[in-house]
């Protein structure tokens, strides 16, 4: 018989799910209304420096249209930061690809990421869930494990999707992190997707998390 | 465009700077010739190669912040006293710096680059290093003019 959830793990989903709605509708925002009212004033700035036969203001319109192309770029790398948008369109993977990208270019961490097995298309809460999962773990790495390299990868069986993050990095003792909140955050999302999520740690051979996730 | 890390010019005068402030750390950052990000071009007393892939967006992070504003900037006890996340200064992370001192370098009176200098502990720069660093990112937009202007 499947157990029923208790009345705090109702509240924690509620919230989480919550947050992840409300996340994804300021990405969207971001990108989709904000984002584009400045393409659109962009061009129009492009269209009067072009038009105009005055120099100053000609190089006075350039630098302001080369200011407006770096507040595009930067809306639209917080809006795929927020919430990227092929977690929703594409799945999980490319989600994890792109995310890797901008990372290694972040913090110059090296990742190696291997899927073995056919991907299966999860429901958006499940995909979510894994994806903040690797977030936090990849931030943690930045953080704490002094390390360059880091692998990641995923075993999609019959039954369930299985994933490992290896860091090599200078690992912690277990106990003194038992109850650190991104910790019990990353276990407490793999529980309410009816998955589990299992930390381990060696100090000078660095830190393993597992996770796994029935279809 | 030859890369910068091979003129020797650019690492003499960051290991004497290196040597002159009594600093662990020493790195050059210059933004990028196309769009609005920096990277770190140089580096002395690194711990590893993590600089090279690093890329910081334009208002991020120390080199970004300089660049955006054309302003020194200091930090002496990270993560202690930062306004902001953690994760917003990768060099910090990656060096396992806790303090720093950097400056702006101009090209054509427009900020583009970075001369920054580092510890791995907690430590107020003196003005005499204030006054070093500067005078090296000097020396470094006179070695770098031709490279940069002529992109």
Known sequence: MMEQPTNNQQISSYIIHSQE?????ISQELHEGVGQNLYSILTGLQFVQSSTKQQHLKNYLHEMTELLEKNIQ????????LHPPTLTTLGLLPAIKSYIKLYTSTFGILVDLNSTGEER?????????????CQEALTNIAKYADTSEVKIDFYWGEYELNMCICDFGQGFKAEETDNTLGISAMKERMHLTGGTCDISSTIGEGTTIEISLPY | ???????????????????????????????NEAGPDVRWHFAAGNLNDKYKRITVRFGKGIAGKIISSGSPMEMVDFPNDIIGKITDHPIMLAEKLVSTYAV??????????????????????????????????????QILKSHILRL
């Open chain 1, 74 to 81: 930067e809306i639209r790398l917080l809006s795929v930061e």
């Open chain 1, 121 to 133: 298309q999860l429901p958006e809460r499940h995909r979510i869930a894994v994806f903040r999962v």
């Open chain 2, 104 to 141: 702006p370098l101009f090209f054509n009176a427009v900020p583009k680059g970075v001369l920054l200098i580092g510890n791995r502990e907690k430590h107020i720069f003196s003005e005499r290093s204030h006054e070093l660093v500067k005078e090296s990112a000097h020396l470094l937009e």
């Open chain 1, 21 to 25: 709605e409300e996340i994804k509708r």
């Open chain 2, 1 to 31: 465009m030859s890369e910068i890390k091979e003129l020797q010019a650019v690492s003499n005068v960051c290991n004497q700077l290196k040597k002159a402030a009594g600093c662990e750390f020493v790195a050059l950052a210059l933004q």
